[in-house]
C-alpha cells in the first residue's frame, strides 16, 4: 500500500504485550530440552530482535539446536498457542505452503533464504527464483502453473492482516489518498480479495504488478511505486508517499523510489533486513499514525 504524507520520521514504538509472547515460546522451547528461562537471562536479551535474538537466546539458555531451527520451532509455536496473533500476512503463509508442498515433490526443502529472495516479487521473477534457488527439474512456468493450482484452492481464505482494515478506513475517513501497489496480478489478487471485494474499494486505485504493462521491472527496482504514485490526480512528489512493506525486495524497491517505508516483517526477519526501513513494527495495530504526520486514531477507535 502507498499514500502520501505531510510527516517526519520519528523513533519506533514497542509492543508491551510481545515480550510475553516471546516469555512463552521460550519457556515452552527450553522446557523440552529440560533447561530453564529465568529473569536473569530475559533481561539480558530483552530488545533484541531476528537471528541476533535467536543466537543469543540458544546460547545463553543452553539449547543444543541451532539459531535457525530455534526460530522454526518458535513460529510453530505461535501459529498453535496463538492463532489469532498472525505471525506473517495470510497470503505469505499460503505461499510458503504451496513452495514447500511443490519443493517435496522433488525431494527439496524451502529454506528461509530462499524466501527473503523471493518475497515481494512479480509471479515470473518468483518463479525463476524459485526453481533456480531449490534446483527444481521444472521450467519457471511449469512451476507457476503447479503453484497455481494449489493456490487457488487456498486464497479465497485469506483473512486481512489485524489492524489493516481499522487503518485504511482511517485513512479514508481523514480525506487521505491511498492506494494498492501489488506484485500480484489481477486474476491472483481478485482470487485473493475475494471475501473483501468492498474493502478494497476503499482505495483509490490497485497496480498489478504481475500484469499492469506499465510495471516494467518488479520489486527490488522501484517501478510499481513509482507507478501507484503517479496515478494519484495531485501525483505527489516520491519524497511525500509512504509505504507499506513486509518484503525486503519491497523495501528496497520504495527506498530507490525514493519514498518513506514501514516495514511490518516476518517475525523471522534478521535485524539487517530490518533496519533499512524507515520505520518497523511488529504488527501493524500497533502503528501510530501520528508518528508520520498523519491525523490520530480517534480516541474511540483506540
Known amino acids: 500500500m502507498v499514500w502520501y504524507i505531510p510527516g517526519l520520521y520519528t523513533e519506533p514504538l514497542q509492543n508491551k504485550d510481545s515480550e510475553r509472547l ?7 522451547i527450553a522446557g523440552k530440552y529440560g533447561k530453564i528461562y529465568t529473569w536473569e537471562m530475559k533481561s539480558k536479551l530483552m530488545g533484541r530482535i531476528g537471528r541476533e535474538a535467536a543466537a543469543a ?28 496473533c498472525e505471525v506473517m500476512p495470510d497470503t505469505e503463509v499460503i505461499y510458503t505452503r504451496c513452495t514447500e508442498e511443490i519443493a517435496a515433490r522433488y525431494g527439496k526443502t524451502y529454506p528461509w533464504e530462499v524466501k527473503l529472495k523471493q518475497m515481494g516479487r512479480t509471479a515470473p521473477d518468483l518463479a525463476k527464483v524459485i526453481v533456480e534457488e531449490l534446483g527444481l527439474p521444472l521450467l519457471p512456468w511449469e512451476y507457476a502453473a503447479e503453484a497455481r493450482i494449489i493456490q487457488e484452492k487456498s486464497f479465497t481464505e485469506c483473512q486481512l492482516m489485524p489492524g489493516a482494515e481499522k487503518l485504511v478506513r482511517h485513512l479514508k475517513s481523514k480525506k487521505i489518498p491511498i492506494a494498492v501497489a501489488t506484485s500480484s496480478s489481477e486474476e491472483t489478487f481478485k482470487l485473493k480479495t475475494t471475501n473483501h471485494r468492498e474493502f478494497f474499494k476503499i482505495f483509490d486505485h490497485i497496480v498489478f504488478g504481475s500484469s499492469d504493462p506499465e510495471v516494467k521491472n518488479g520489486k527490488p527496482a522501484p517501478d510499481i511505486f513509482l507507478i501507484c504514485a503517479s496515478r494519484f490526480p495531485d501525483k505527489p512528489a516520491p519524497e511525500n508517499c509512504l509505504v507499506f512493506e513486509d518484503a525486503p525486495n519491497g523495501v528496497t524497491a520504495a527506498l530507490a523510489a525514493g519514498m518513506q517505508v514501514v516495514m511490518v516483517p516476518d517475525p523471522r526477519m534478521d535485524e539487517l533486513n530490518r533496519s533499512r526501513a524507515t520505520f518497523c513494527v511488529d504488527r501493524l495495530e500497533n502503528f501510530k499514525p501520528e508518528v508520520f504526520g498523519l491525523p490520530p486514531y480517534d480516541s474511540a477507535a483506540t
Not at 516471546?22 to 515452552?28: A, R, W
Not at 539458555?61 to 539459531?67: A, N
Open 22 to 28: 516471546y516469555t512463552v515460546v521460550i519457556e515452552e
Open 57 to 84: 537466546l540458544v546460547e545463553t539458555v543452553g539449547l543444543p539446536i541451532t539459531p535457525e531451527e530455534y526460530i522454526y520451532q518458535s513460529q510453530e509455536i505461535f501459529r498453535r498457542v496463538f492463532p489469532s
